[in-house]
């Protein structure tokens, strides 16, 4: 018993390590989590669009699409009233609640929901603290969220906002802020996760050797060190990514975190490949082609049924080429605002580059967003 609590033990530190060094991984571990903490039958988490909106995006124990990519507006629902108040809010009934608006009644009959807790989600400072995002629990029955729930919840939280944080400094515009802050957690990934790796794989070891008679406790071990292994390998490579901060190197970095988003929200297999070595850009190049990726996958979740999609970056013509190819069936999106910035108005801004954007559709019913940049600005 001894053995299998230590074991359990390393297991948990494992699946922390994991969430620690990937946004969306956390985001989900996050649902997750407030199920396991409380006893909740479902568990999600809202990013927010804008101060004034948020979307559910990650969800954990529902059992239909009814809140999945819902959009809250503040004010509205419960997690309206949580962007409205910057507090926690909890009703016992959601649809019979006085203290709400019922905007969202039918999506939450529709997933058997009664009673409700929401959460912000706050990323604090030295001089101002603003939710970032809204947690919620959920039970499918009127029921009491006491007060060691919201505790509990609001440390869930907290976490939550530390890895958002770490987010929003990775995704930062400005050159000089990245540099800075991939610096710093190169140093502290090195310090703290690298010597806690080493730790867990040091107790592996000594575990093994003791557990050789209990075949079920040596399975799941076997387990544990193929997934310290590769922790190991993910952590080398954050390392070397953190450590070679030049364009060409962070622009495939941030493309492949957005399809692995993309893949994770929608559960539509999609994959990042790079054919070969781009040239080195400007920031408003990067900025560029990190949009045309962002508005190519939101067009294919809100307009395509898709069964998979490749996003390939590759120097083109003597530029670079970037291309975020889907199989749906669906007719394509019409040029227009999506995520603030629609086709028509990417193809602008790449004019202004000496460069085009353009949208498709391909012969076998799928959709193509296409962006070709030159790799020097026409003089």
Same mark, same amino acid.
């Given at each position: 018993?001894?053995?299998?609590?230590?074991?359990?033990?390393?297991?948990?530190?494992?699946?922390?390590?994991? =969430?620690?060094?990937?946004?969306?991984? %956390?985001?989900?571990?996050?649902?997750?989590?407030?199920?396991?903490?409380?006893?909740?039958?479902?568990?999600?988490?809202?990013?927010?669009?804008?101060?004034?909106? =948020?979307?559910?995006?990650?969800?954990?124990?529902?059992?239909?699409?009814?809140?999945?990519?819902?959009?809250?507006?503040?004010?509205?629902?419960?997690?309206?009233?949580?962007?409205?108040?910057?507090?926690?809010?909890?009703?016992?009934?959601?649809?019979?609640?006085?203290?709400?608006?019922?905007?969202?009644? %039918?999506?939450?009959?529709?997933?058997?929901?009664?009673?409700?807790? =929401?959460?912000?989600?706050?990323?604090?400072?030295?001089?101002?603290?603003?939710?970032?995002?809204?947690?919620?629990?959920?039970?499918?029955?009127?029921?009491?969220?006491?007060?060691?729930?919201?505790?509990?919840?609001?440390?869930?939280?907290?976490?939550?906002?530390?890895?958002?944080?770490?987010?929003?400094?990775?995704?930062?515009?400005?050159?000089?802020?990245?540099?800075?802050?991939?610096?710093?957690?190169?140093?502290?990934?090195?310090?703290?996760?690298?010597?806690?790796?080493?730790?867990?794989?040091?107790?592996?070891?000594?575990?093994?050797?003791?557990?050789?008679?209990?075949?079920?406790?040596?399975?799941?071990?076997?387990?544990?060190?193929?997934?310290?292994?590769?922790?190991?390998?993910?952590?080398?490579?954050?390392?070397?990514?953190?450590?070679?901060?030049?364009?060409?190197?962070?622009?495939?970095?941030?493309?492949?975190?957005?399809?692995?988003?993309?893949?994770?929200?929608?559960?539509?297999?999609?994959?990042?490949?790079?054919?070969?070595?781009?040239?080195?850009?400007?920031?408003?190049?990067?900025?560029?082609?990190?949009?045309?990726?962002?508005?190519?996958?939101?067009?294919?979740?809100?307009?395509?049924?898709?069964?998979?999609?490749?996003?390939?970056?590759?120097?083109?013509?003597?530029?670079?080429?970037?291309?975020?190819?889907?199989?749906?069936?669906?007719?394509?999106?019409?040029?227009?605002?999506?995520?603030?910035?629609?086709?028509?108005?990417?193809?602008?801004?790449?004019?202004?580059?000496?460069?085009?954007?353009?949208?498709?559709?391909?012969?076998?019913?799928?959709?193509?967003?296409?962006?070709?940049?030159?790799?020097?600005?026409?003089?």
């Amino acid at each position: 018993m001894e053995r299998s609590n230590a074991l359990d033990g390393l297991l948990r530190e494992r699946d922390a390590l994991l =969430a620690v060094m990937d946004r969306v991984v %956390a985001l989900h571990g996050t649902a997750r989590l407030i199920r396991e903490a409380i006893g909740a039958d479902s568990g999600f988490v809202a990013d927010l669009n804008s101060p004034d909106q =948020a979307v559910i995006r990650w969800l954990s124990g529902t059992r239909t699409h009814e809140l999945q990519n819902l959009i809250v507006p503040i004010g509205q629902g419960i997690g309206g009233r949580v962007l409205a108040l910057g507090k926690p809010v909890r009703v016992s009934d959601y649809v019979s609640s006085p203290t709400i608006t019922h905007q969202f009644d %039918a999506q939450v009959r529709g997933e058997g929901l009664g009673a409700m807790l =929401a959460v912000p989600i706050v990323s604090k400072s030295e001089d101002s603290e603003r939710t970032v995002a809204v947690a919620y629990a959920a039970m499918r029955k009127a029921a009491d969220f006491g007060d060691d729930a919201v505790r509990t919840i609001e440390s869930i939280a907290d976490h939550a906002a530390t890895a958002l944080h770490i987010a929003t400094v990775a995704e930062s515009n400005r050159a000089d802020a990245i540099t800075t802050e991939r610096q710093r957690m190169r140093s502290a990934l090195h310090d703290s996760v690298g010597a806690l790796l080493f730790s867990i794989g040091v107790q592996v070891r000594d575990l093994h050797e003791s557990i050789r008679d209990n075949p079920a406790l040596d399975h799941r071990l076997r387990r544990l060190e193929s997934d310290v292994s590769a922790a190991s390998s993910a952590l080398r490579e954050s390392l070397l990514a953190l450590s070679e901060s030049t364009p060409e190197r962070a622009l495939p970095v941030e493309l492949a975190e957005h399809v692995r988003s993309f893949e994770a929200r929608t559960g539509v297999p999609a994959r990042f490949v790079q054919l070969a070595p781009v040239s080195p850009m400007d920031a408003e190049r990067t900025a560029l082609l990190i949009s045309v990726v962002r508005e190519g996958l939101l067009n294919v979740e809100k307009h395509a049924r898709a069964f998979s999609v490749v996003v390939s970056l590759g120097p083109c013509d003597g530029g670079v080429q970037l291309v975020v190819a889907d199989d749906g069936t669906s007719e394509p999106a019409a040029p227009g605002p999506s995520t603030g910035m629609g086709v028509r108005t990417l193809a602008e801004r790449a004019a202004r580059l000496g460069g085009r954007v353009s949208l498709v559709r391909d012969d076998d019913d799928g959709c193509t967003l296409r962006a070709w940049l030159p790799n020097v600005e026409p003089r």
